[in-house]
């Protein structure tokens, strides 16, 4: 909610538009701390991004590199950020000298991963030397400010909602964010918990990167950020970004968020066309019936809506999945990015009435406002 | 498995005997480490450590403080472990200058908190100026030494058993070191995956504090201790330390041990007449039945046996909640601590007719070594 955005040059070599690229597609499509105004991907150079992610064009280029980059902007974008989301640990070398180079340009970088550029010596004399910042977003709060789960998640009263998943990098951020914006441009007052990265680099004002945290923490970290988002904003409603997949044979992050968030609904994001498991080519993805079993089997709460992704789909392919999922569940189904938030909204209004109400107080303002 | 065990002076004020001394407890009852040469708690001064824990006398005494303990015996102990497992997550002043008298001392100081006293200036100070090692058993493996889930489990083509628990500090690791040794007693080779401070301490060869570990190596990790214990161990079976609860509202560490070691069958510990979660007074112990639902509900495996702890219980109500729980639930039941792991090795043979086999083979050749 910065008044003035910092520019952000977002660096996503070989994967820009890819699952491990999504931090990178995220930016583009929704910041509210950067402007960005370039994305580095030699293998798509020229490219328009917007068009590139197979929505509509959006103005911002594609590079080949940093010098590319440099020499068609017209100043030095002030950050350089690392925008893909590998399941490796480290950068290469390569990637390390990209970093350098762009300190010496004097760009702050900004970080993602597991792996801390402020705790690298090189990175942290080079930074200095160019009196450039460095960011790590997972970096975590310091152990004495971390929480452990309280209960005071039940003194929230209004509707807690998480979108989780069938897999990693399917959507769901996407869709909390669309719903989101799409909640508060009709007067439903919405605050986005974000659990990952690339929502905090978004501009999410809540959330904690959760699979950075020592994990004795994490429930209690996202049931902290619930409570926090409830007693600083007086919310409406409260959405709260999924990870990965209950059912992941890797990762246990939606079991953190369904502990901590304890919500009163889920939208379930799913990719159709995906057959294996992102980063993980052998393992085949869920049936989204057993997914929905197991969410509901481990938490007191239902699944009301799903949110598809057209990843790999053509239009007219995501239109026969939607009917095809509203007739087998029985359940609103939407792909945002194509359709909209409308279907969601409307599941939230019928499962928490208030919302309705909400939006018909704004509508009477509104129309007052205008009489007036 | 040292030759010669280094001895050891537990601190455990207020708390030996009660949930959180677990790790006292734990030093006390089996240490492959340690020899635990005394127990510091003023509260019970005086008395005998196994009699204090409801078992036969031990001949480990309870200081009421350092001077007291260095007092009455003959040397000076090589180490001071914090033998406290508390929620709090720092030490209090008053502990930390206990500790920094043991480190004046000459003691080294062994630590299973999550404030890691290798970070701590003064502590590391201090250290240095006597020449005394600092220990902090959760601290993690560096980033780079860390491991996500590769799949590599489907290899590992022995039993490999979970003991999980209905709540935190409720035996599992007891019952896992118990029937660990019961099970090699009788020839089958077993190894324990530990996964959390205590049980490290006691001296497992493989395992790591989960609760420690930034939360998206959970998984991968567990997988990691349960390969490294087949190949390098060649083992007929391998335990696996369950932590917390699954349906416990705090805490996910059952979900990583259950995706990370992918049990072919579990062992349920539960105390019955525990009313309220430990360190939790105002959340109900869950019922057995919807434990059992809810491990079975996520993962494809069984609960195969229940152990129960006799926390405040008579000899005479274990029993009765022995029979009752046998009934109830068409399940093998004891208490290991009262009634040995009996039940539970004939549930493994049942189960695994390979540890059968094994047993049968270890006797022949037994009988033959004794009749050569």
């Known amino acids: 909610m910065a008044i003035v955005n910092e520019t952000a040059l977002v660096y996503c070599e070989n994967q820009f538009g890819l699952v491990d690229g999504k931090t990178a597609s995220g930016l583009v499509r929704h910041s509210e701390t950067y402007t960005v105004v370039g994305v580095i991907d030699s293998s798509l150079a020229g490219k328009d991004a917007g068009e590139e992610l197979g929505e509509k064009k959006n103005g911002i280029p594609i590079f080949a590199n940093l010098e590319d980059a440099l020499g068609k902007l017209s100043t030095v974008p002030d950050c350089y950020i690392y925008g893909k989301a590998p399941l490796e640990t480290y950068i290469s070398a390569k990637e390390r000298g990209f970093i350098l180079e762009a300190m010496e340009k004097g760009m702050d970088i ?8 402020s705790d690298d010596r090189e990175f942290v004399h080079v930074a200095a030397r160019n009196h450039v910042r460095i960011k790590d977003i997972r970096k975590p709060p310091k152990l004495k400010d971390l929480h452990v789960f309280s209960g005071q998640r039940s003194r929230v009263t209004i509707p807690v909602v998480a979108v989780l998943g069938t897999d990693c990098a399917c959507g769901k951020r996407t869709t909390t964010v669309e ?25 999410a004002l809540y959330g904690v990167a959760i699979d950075a945290l020592v994990s004795q923490f994490v429930v ?26 209950v059912s992941h044979p890797a990762f246990m992050g939606s079991f953190g968020i369904l502990k ?17 498991r992102c980063d993980f080519p052998n393992l085949k993805m869920p049936a989204v019936e057993s997914e929905i079993d197991l969410i509901e089997a481990i938490s007191q709460t239902k699944v009301m809506a799903i949110a598809l992704s057209h990843e ?17 569940f029985q359940l609103p189904t939407t792909d945002v990015l194509s359709h909209g938030c409308r279907k969601l909204v409307q599941a939230l209004c019928k499962h928490f009435p208030e919302l309705r109400q909400k939006i018909k107080r704004t509508h009477v303002e509104k129309n007052r406002a205008l009489a007036a």
Not at 223 to 232: C, L, M, P
Not at 269 to 275: E, G, L, M, S
């Open 110 to 117: 900004i970080n993602g991963l597991h792996q801390f550029f």
């Open 220 to 245: 209690g970290e996202i049931e902290n950020a619930v409570i926090q988002a409830f007693d600083n904003e007086s919310p409406d409603i409260i959405l709260v970004e999924g990870q990965s997949a």
């Open 260 to 276: 901590g968030s304890k919500p009163d609904g889920v939208i379930l994001q799913h990719p159709p066309a995906r057959k294996y």
């Open 312 to 328: 790999n789909l053509s239009d007219q392919e995501i239109l026969g999945h939607v009917a095809n999922y509203e007739q087998r």
């Open 179 to 203: 719903l989101n914006n799409s909640l508060n441009r009709i007067g439903i007052k919405s605050i986005l918990v974000a659990t990952g990265q690339s929502g905090l680099m978004q501009g």
